[in-house]
């Protein structure tokens, strides 16, 4: 089944400044670009980065920025996984 939401460009801007950020985090960079290559094509989140992003929005410790990019992930998820 494909996707056949993308990435908005609040979001995809958003990726783009964690990603030239050298104090973003591991996790806020792998959202990011996870994020953008899903801006222009139907690409699917993938389950590790579902994973990824559910642990983020359940935790306290990261940004709000960060947890906006985990958001828009899972948003673009396979919802029957």
Known sequence: MSNKK???SKIASL???TLKNKNASQIAKQLAGSALSQK???NQTGGKMEEVASKVLKSDKY????KALAASILSQSNKGR
């Open 6 to 8: 993308k990435t908005s």
């Open 63 to 66: 940004s709000d920025e960060t």
């Open 15 to 17: 990726a783009a400044k």
């Open 40 to 42: 222009q094509k139907a």
